[in-house]
């Protein structure tokens, strides 16, 4: 048995403490919840499951919170995963895991995450004062769990990628965005397009702050508030759907911890060889963009065609809400893709990637 996507949407995606600053995660998921379920004509009492990925929480279970809040009904339990900034894609993997093996017709799964509601997180150790951290470890060796942003520093100067270059991928994922309508977007009440999207120019870049190295304020996503859903059904369900995509392959792998950001390349050969094709073969990708050094190393290494890659704008242009960031790319890519074949992929702190392919 396979699975199909039939449906997928997405709220706008604002730099935290902005216009969705009041909402907590599960605010933010019941009106996609209910957006995606009208969109393919499925009634609340037929989900069977829902999967969320949510990595900033103080644990609880928001995938049940969502469910409840979204209105589904009191027997879909709801399960909560945390896999960092890969977790939206393994919640829609999961979510195709159950259906394919037969144990669930219809489930729901995204990410959702709140930067501004985050929890403050104190650290313990007996007789001790608690200490504030804000980045758990990826890694139990210290030397190798970088900052995000001093790894894709060092990527950069390691691959001779320029802070020119950079800059030109960033200018280029807000031009698309402006350029091209975002019809996965559901607009809220609190906002009705992604809070970040502007008129990115040569000279504006230059002028914004270096964060380390060449990386600067301009070619590192912003951290951000959002929630996005994809419907993952069964066979039988998608024969009755008007719109359907299946999910050819899927794959998450771990790779080097102390550069995540090459980290999505084992599971893009992972999906490609599953399906036998090609990366020149793929008609769109949409590849995560924490850091523009981090989507134009691995356009470089695995053979990606650059303008099949992120074409109406990436993450530098809206954000980054890490558990929802996944789900986010499937569900662009739901809507875009109208013929062939698309790859989801995305990197995660520890040296973790996630790949998805889907075939219209």
Known sequence: MTAFVIAARRSPVIPRNGAFA????????APVIRAVLADAGIEAAQVDELILANALGAGGNPARLAALAAGLPERVAGLTIDRQCAGGLDAIRLAAALVSAGQADIVLAGGAESYSRRPLRLATAPGQAPVAYDQPPFTP???????????????????????????????????LALAHPQP???????????????RLTPALAARAPV?????????????????????????????????????AASATLGAAPDE???????????VLAQTGLTAAALNQTELM???????????????????????????????????????????????????GSGLAAIAAAGGIGAALILQA
């Open 260 to 270: 995540p950001g090459l980290s999505p390349l084992p599971a893009i050969r992972g």
């Open 141 to 175: 060796w210290p030397e190798r769990d970088p900052d995000m942003t001093q790894a894709a520093a060092a990527l950069a100067a390691r691959l001779g990628i320029s802070r020119a270059r950079q800059e030109a991928w960033a200018i280029r994922s807000h031009a």
């Open 22 to 29: 009041g909402l907590l995660p599960h605010d933010l998921a």
């Open 289 to 339: 963009e924490a850091y523009a050094v981090q989507a134009l190393a691995c356009i470089d290494a695995s053979g990606l065609h650059p303008e099949t890659v992120n074409p109406q704008g990436g993450a530098l242009s809206r954000g980054h809400p890490i558990g929802a960031s996944g789900a986010i790319l499937v569900a662009r890519l739901f809507h875009n893709l109208h013929h």
């Open 184 to 198: 996965e977007l559901l607009p809220f009440a609190q906002a009705t397009t992604d809070g970040f999207t502007r």
């Open 211 to 247: 964060l380390c190295g060449t990386i600067t304020a301009a070619t590192a996503a912003v951290a951000a508030d959002a929630v996005a859903f994809a419907l993952v059904v069964s066979p039988r369900i998608a024969a009755r759907a008007s719109r359907a995509l299946r999910i």
